[in-house]
């Protein structure tokens, strides 16, 4: 093949050299004057590098003239070799192969003398595209920043001693002028020189490419790597991290005095609520923490930005209810529609026992790709209903978070301040978890004073007045007049030291990008330390985000009961008649329930993935065909009831489920405790779960439970109804808490005392106690022994069927003599009421 090559490259070189004589090149040697046109190429390209790489005044090697020889020399100033970029290994190459400095590489000298140069493209710019002002040096030193710690303090705006303001002062507040779309000038909280250098910093990256940004801004942070960890978002951790440095006070709230707001022994929930927070970090976050003790309403814009409850793999979805506003699930949840604003209050309070949450997050934004500047000019009606919400669904003494971004305008400062007016102390922080160098920051209020009335239809006027500047040229700049701010020197001097602090942190990590686009061999060595210190210190698991695994019903139930053989459930009650009567002497041991159909037991394993098993004839878990939505690792004991609203033609039904009682809620195993214990819990599960803005869907309540002494209260609640397709016969029925009723079946009598103990009543105390009929010792206090589990209950318990020939009401017909009636049964129960042991 060489052989066969050799004269196509003979000829060649001729061609070449012939070519290089036409235009009067020596191939062979190097002239003065080429010798000086390297040079100058030379002297051009050591002028041109700027930024870190330059290396100006530092010695490194270049080639000397010799042949293969190197040498070193002292480079003087804008005179480097062009050929100082390479090391001495690709050097000592070049050479083997014949390079000589100014001479072109092959035999007869032939090849290119001048050194390719190396690619100055970065990222997917268009090929040679320089972009004017981003190469040059930003004149501020980033490397004397803090060193990263996980450790945060909060920093308290002082405390207001201003009275709220009131209508009558807020009249003449609000001032509408020419919209304004510059921030420049915005000084009166921030100097000129900070606000200037923050604006510039800025747009050095306005025309710089995406990934380029995010690559050197992922490499330059110090907090990087702590992203969502397994929750959906890295919101998650934000809200994590806030909770932390603020000491709970959102997953465990607590008033003024440190008392918590939540009150656990009343089985209260901690209510709370999510705005413009698609897909839900926030919400992901709380109910991770909180478990199912907790309820959640959200409110954010339909479309791509909803909500992504299947997304919720650390927390069950089902505790958090989205509502649009007007139009409820069907609204579009647009939060600066005033009437969205009201109707998200109603059904917030309506669901609150018209308290409202302990606390409202607010994290919404926008894309302002291309005018980062004037992204807080841009976010000021958002902001500002944020806030108006936070106001208007949270408690008196409840809290909240809302991000901000940039605060130099007095529109937004004025925010600030009706805030600051209205929360017993406020805060701006921004989170370690929140990129250094965007302008996010958090406003944390804590203790929502009463009388905050006025000021909140005074923001609402502020919004209604936005929606009508809209389309115009005009604008509301001033909702509190700069006087007023800087009246209140405290509440002034804090927020220029808080924004010019945000901006100097700004300036720097903004620095550090520029300078790791340029250099991209710069990086954070402690990311993954960092990680790890403020994973523990938040208390965070270090896990990675999966996905639920699925499970059969079968394995799921022996998961949760550890075991337990699912036969023993098919235990049916001890029906009670004349001679089982005398199992309910201890009658103080007992409540009871009214039944409607057979107990069955349900088994939730996430939305609406819910089973039934019916005992040993089915001997298999059937899938429910309600519709309802319960969480993950859910076991109960229920009743499935046909309820009726109204009489005649105008009578409704619907299926609903009613809680017996609870073993697992959400994997909390709560079967050794208290029955009475049992059934509050159920009842603050039942208002976790529960969807009323979801008519569709099934509703879940709990039994009312009676002690059986107070068993005539029961009967006080049966009428005769006409029922539908009862052939116009009126038929026995009970009427719920919900003016809902429904056709009994019975009574379920429940002993929640386990032996040997038993309940008395002590006449000299007027007070009921607890006597063990072993040991003879009495106690008024509960003990643990005395408490009959789940097991007892159900193993114990009588049923009283009220079938035909059983006169429970004055219009039924004459008793069956074989059969309890009602007279019966209460005459016993009063009868051993009083009876001492």
């Not at 020189?193 to 490499?219: I, Y």
């Not at 997304?311 to 969205?340: H, K, Q, V």
């Not at 695994?549 to 799921?556: A, E, G, V």
């Not at 039904?653 to 208290?674: E, F, M």
């Amino acid at each position: 093949m060489k052989r066969r090559l050799e004269p196509e490259y003979n000829a060649l070189q001729k061609k070449q050299k012939k070519r290089a004589e036409e235009l009067g090149l020596n191939l062979s040697s190097t002239s003065d004057d080429e010798t000086s046109l390297s040079n100058r190429a030379t002297q051009e390209s050591s002028t041109s590098s700027s930024g870190s790489d330059s290396e100006s005044n530092e010695r490194r090697p270049v080639f000397g003239s010799c042949g293969n020889e190197f040498k070193q020399e002292s480079l003087v100033e804008g005179t480097s070799s062009r050929y100082s970029m390479y090391n001495s290994v690709s050097q000592k190459l070049m050479a083997k192969m014949g390079f000589r400095e100014g001479e072109g590489l092959g035999k007869y000298g032939q090849g290119r003398k001048d050194i390719v140069e190396t690619s100055n493209q970065k990222g997917s710019r268009g090929l040679g595209l320089t972009l004017k002002g981003f190469d040059g040096e930003l004149s501020i030193d980033w490397r004397d920043e803090p060193e990263p710690s996980a450790y945060e303090q909060a920093d308290w705006f002082p405390e207001c001693t201003t009275e709220i303001p009131d209508a009558q002062e807020m009249k003449d507040w609000m001032t509408v002028g020419k919209r304004k779309m510059m921030i420049e000038d915005e000084t009166e909280f921030c100097s000129e020189d900070l606000l200037h250098s923050v604006l510039q910093c800025k747009s050095v990256f306005d025309e710089l490419e995406g990934e380029e940004m995010r690559r050197a801004r992922t490499r330059s942070n110090p907090y990087e790597m702590i992203r969502g960890v397994f929750f959906l978002n890295r919101a998650a951790m934000k809200m994590g991290n806030i909770d932390f440095v603020f000491d709970y006070m959102f997953t465990s709230p607590k008033d003024s005095h440190g008392k918590p707001l939540v009150k656990e022994r009343d089985a209260e929930l901690l209510y709370f609520a999510d705005v413009c927070a698609g897909p839900g970090g926030f919400s992901e976050y709380v109910l991770w923490r909180r478990k199912w003790h907790a309820k959640g309403f959200g409110m954010t814009l339909k479309g791509p930005n909803d909500f992504k409850l299947e997304d919720f793999y650390a927390a069950s979805s089902e505790l958090f209810e989205p509502y649009y506003g007007e139009g409820g699930i069907d609204g579009d949840g647009d939060i600066t529609r005033p009437e969205n604003i009201t109707a998200f209050r109603n059904f917030v309070l309506d669901n609150t026992d018209r308290k409202g949450v302990h606390f409202l997050m607010a994290d919404g934004g926008f894309s302002v790709e291309g005018q980062e500047n004037l992204q807080e000019v841009l976010s000021k009606q958002l902001l500002l209903c944020q806030l108006l919400t936070g106001l208007s669904v949270a408690r008196t003494g409840g809290h909240l978070i809302c991000k901000t971004f940039d605060l130099f305008t007095p529109f937004s400062v004025g925010l600030i301040y009706l805030l600051y007016c209205c929360f017993e102390r406020v805060s701006l922080f921004k989170p370690v978890t929140s990129r250094p160098a965007n302008s996010e920051r958090y406003v944390i209020c804590k203790g929502l004073k009463s009388g905050i009335d006025e000021v909140r239809d005074y923001l609402f006027m502020v919004n209604m007045k936005l929606n009508q500047l809209r389309n115009s040229d005009l604008d509301v700049n001033l909702v509190v007049p700069l006087e007023v701010i800087k009246g209140d020197h405290d509440f002034f001097d804090y927020m220029i030291r808080s924004n010019e602090k945000h901006c100097s942190i700004q300036i720097k990590a903004l620095a550090k990008i520029h300078a790791f686009v340029q250099d991209t061999t710069l990086s954070e060595p402690r990311q993954a330390e960092i990680r790890k210190e403020c994973l523990r210190l938040w208390g965070i698991p270090d896990q990675a985000r999966v996905a639920p695994s699925s499970s059969d019903p079968k394995s799921k139930f022996f998961e949760l009961t550890q075991g337990t053989d699912i036969d023993i459930f098919s235990y049916k009650p001890t029906l009670l008649n004349s001679k089982s009567l005398e199992k309910i002497r201890n009658v103080l041991d007992y409540r009871c329930m009214v039944s409607a159909s057979e107990q069955k037991f349900l088994l939730g394993l996430g939305k609406s993935h819910i089973y039934t098993w019916e005992g040993r004839q089915s001997d298999r878990w059937t899938k429910l065909e309600l519709k309802i939505e319960l969480p993950r690792d859910t076991l109960l004991s229920v009743e499935i009831v046909h309820e009726l609203k109204g009489e005649g033609k105008a009578q409704r039904k619907i299926s609903a489920i009613h809680i017996l009682d609870v073993l697992v809620l959400n994997g909390h195993d709560v079967r050794d405790q208290h029955f009475n214990q049992r059934i509050q819990l159920a009842e603050k599960f039942v208002k976790a779960v529960c969807k009323p803005s979801r008519p569709d869907m099934s509703p879940i309540r709990v039994k009312e439970v009676y002690r059986l002494e107070e068993m005539e209260k029961i009967f006080l609640r049966l009428e005769m109804k006409l029922i539908k397709s009862s052939g116009g016969n009126p038929r026995l029925s009970y009427t719920g808490r919900d003016d809902r009723h429904f056709v009994p079946a019975g009574l379920y009598i429940v002993r929640t005392v386990n032996d040997p103990w038993m309940m008395a009543y002590s006449r000299n105390s007027k007070m009921k106690f607890f006597y063990n009929k072993t040991t003879k010792n009495s106690t008024y206090e509960i003990p643990p022994e005395s408490i009959a589990p789940f097991h007892i209950c159900y193993y114990s318990r009588l049923f009283w069927e009220w079938g035909e020939g059983v006169k429970v009401h004055d219009s039924q017909k004459l008793q069956d003599p074989e059969k309890l009636s009602k007279e019966e049964v209460v005459a016993f129960i009063q009868g051993h009421i009083s009876l001492n042991p």
